[in-house]
């Protein structure tokens, strides 16, 4: 008899409770951002040779302090540019609060270095693999926008400055 009163009830919660974890879950973790992005590398020379960065990065939330997402960067320099395609996986040291705007983060991003070099009448484009690595600082300027700055270093060997402007996709 007690058997009979509790199956109903069973079969509700199993049905019903991944579900509501699941809204759960998704309320937990931030929304998309895109992000604009502006700065300086430094390539490792007979000195340093210095490039100026623009580029656009996304990252989705998988968890509430990781997060993933495609990065298009382009590098200008004299008589040559480079194009750096790749994939990001960030952490948030902390998780994004109210009364906590700022949120300290690492970044590791593997992908694809392509340059393009002119040598008078002639030019060469030749590609090979990119990964960098570094981290920084995001700052929640209001609900939809945040600020950063961060630092990276990678191969092809270089140091990375650059701000962000990110904005959210709700």
């Given at each position: 008899?007690?058997?009979?009163?509790?199956f109903p009830l069973l079969a509700a919660f199993l049905v019903l409770a991944?579900?509501?974890?699941?809204?759960?879950?998704?309320?937990?973790?931030?929304?998309?951002i895109v992000e604009g992005e502006a700065g300086w590398v430094g390539f490792a020379d007979d000195g340093i040779v210095s490039?100026?960065?623009?580029?656009?990065a996304?990252?989705?939330?998988?968890?509430?302090?990781?997060s993933v997402g495609p990065e298009i960067v382009y590098l200008a320099g004299p008589n040559h540019s480079h194009?750096?395609?790749?994939?990001n996986l960030m952490f948030d040291i902390v998780r994004e609060r109210p009364g906590?705007?700022?949120i300290p983060f690492l970044v590791i991003g593997g992908g694809m270095f392509r340059t393009?070099?002119?040598?008078?009448?002639?030019?060469?484009t030749s590609a090979e693999g990119a990964f960098t690595a570094g981290?920084?600082?995001r700052v929640v300027v209001n609900d939809r926008v945040t600020a950063g700055i961060d630092a990276r270093m990678g191969w092809e060997p270089h140091i990375r400055l650059n701000g962000t402007i990110g904005i959210r996709l709700r």
């Open positions: 008899m007690l058997n009979q009163r509790l991944p579900p509501a974890a699941d809204l759960a879950l998704a309320q937990d973790r931030p929304a998309p490039e100026t960065l623009v580029g656009v996304a990252r989705w939330y998988l968890l509430p302090r990781i194009l750096v395609v790749t994939g906590r705007p700022v393009h070099e002119t040598f008078f009448d002639d030019s060469f981290g920084g600082v």
